[in-house]
Nanobody, 115 residues
Framework: QVQLVESGGGLVQAGGSLRLSCAASGTIFGINAMGWYRQAPGKQRELVARITSSSSTNYADSVKGRFTISRDNAKNPVYLQMNSLKPADTAVYYC?????????WGQGTQVTVSS
């Protein structure tokens, strides 16, 4: 099966930065958008950032101005550059590919921001 794999998570202090990467193990056809989601303990999964096939982007209000989603068309990875991190950003971050057929999800990578 095609799988998405996230990497780049870790422990950082408030104000620091991390760059998350998402790579697919195989080709996914008909992708409409790629997205980053996060889920903190006891909370619902939420959309963090999304980039469409036409490179349109949108962000959660809580991360606007701090996070940037981007895509490498040559190698297909999707990235999430996270700057000015806050303790509230602590969560498991998931990569998702939204295709015309189904959604694909990664296993997640932990991001922990200490105060």
């Amino acid at each position: 099966q095609v799988q998405l794999v996230e990497s780049g998570g870790g422990l950082v202090q408030a104000g620091g930065s991390l760059r998350l990467s998402c790579a697919a193990s195989g080709t996914i056809f008909g992708i409409n958008a790629m997205g980053w989601y996060r889920q903190a303990p006891g909370k619902q999964r939420e959309l963090v950032a999304r980039i469409t096939s036409s490179s349109s982007t949108n962000y959660a209000d809580s991360v606007k101005g701090r996070f940037t989603i981007s895509r490498d068309n040559a190698k297909n990875p999707v990235y999430l550059q996270m700057n000015s991190l806050k303790p509230a950003d602590t969560a498991v971050y998931y990569c998702a590919a939204h295709s015309i057929y189904r959604d694909f999800w990664g296993q997640g990578t932990q991001v922990t921001v200490s105060s």
